[in-house]
């Protein structure tokens, strides 16, 4: 099994550029999420998915956008880019239970 | 809202000497408290999720313990290989499926 799996591993964008990070899980997890770890602020949910065709907002969502077509694929949308949104960015997924959550590696997004 | 604080920030220890990181939370009937080890560059691992006080669970050289208001990860005679950040969260059984993850604990194991 991959786990998790994130790419790209870093990316730079400019203001205003669009981009999409991937996620994908091969254990067949039915919830799926995404964080973005900024330093001293600790790890705050952006959106998670409880199924496919299932989405729903976390504590930061504003800038992002998220869909679950599939149980394995859950990608991250930053429709305009800004320089708030620097951060590194983290996927995972678990049971409905969120017992055990597992994380991938990880993007680190600039915004120049 | 759920609330989580961790303490303390950072703590340097020598190899073998133990200590307690302290996770302490607010939250409207609590579903589960996870705590996950990351290491610098990586995604958080897990390592235990606790459901009521009174519950503990250990692994290695961590045991975790889990009251009404806080959780203590203890640390029995460390290795540097347990210097990483230590993360707290909660889910609230108002929360749905939202973690809230504390700001973690910085641990330093010198040899």
């Known amino acids: 099994n991959a786990g998790v799996t994130q790419t790209p591993k870093f990316q730079v964008l400019k203001t205003g550029q669009s981009m999409t990070l991937q996620c994908a899980q091969d254990m067949n997890h039915e919830y799926m999420s995404w964080y973005r770890q900024d330093p001293g602020m600790g790890l705050r949910l952006i959106h998670y998915?409880?199924?496919?065709?299932?989405?729903d907002q976390g504590e930061v969502p504003n800038g992002y956008n998220v869909s679950r077509s599939t149980t394995e694929d859950f990608p991250l949308r930053l429709l305009s880019a800004a320089p708030s949104q620097t951060s590194v960015y983290f996927c995972a997924s678990s049971s409905p239970s969120l017992d055990e959550q597992y994380f991938g590696p990880g993007t680190r997004l600039t915004v120049t | 809202e759920d609330q989580v604080t961790q303490s303390p920030e950072a703590l340097r220890l020598q190899e073998g000497e133990s200590s307690s990181l302290n996770c302490s939370y607010t939250v409207s009937g609590l579903r589960g408290l996870f705590w996950y080890r990351q290491d610098p560059g990586k995604g958080p691992e897990f390592l235990f999720t606790l459901y009521s006080a009174g519950e503990e669970k250990e692994k290695e050289r961590l045991k975790a313990t889990l009251t009404k208001k806080e959780s203590f990860l203890h640390i029995t005679a460390p290795k540097p290989e347990d210097s990483a950040t230590y993360l707290c969260a909660v889910v609230g059984g108002g929360s749905n499926y939202k973690l809230t993850f504390g700001k973690g604990t910085l641990l330093t194991v010198n040899p």
């Open positions: 998915s409880v199924g496919a065709g299932i989405t």
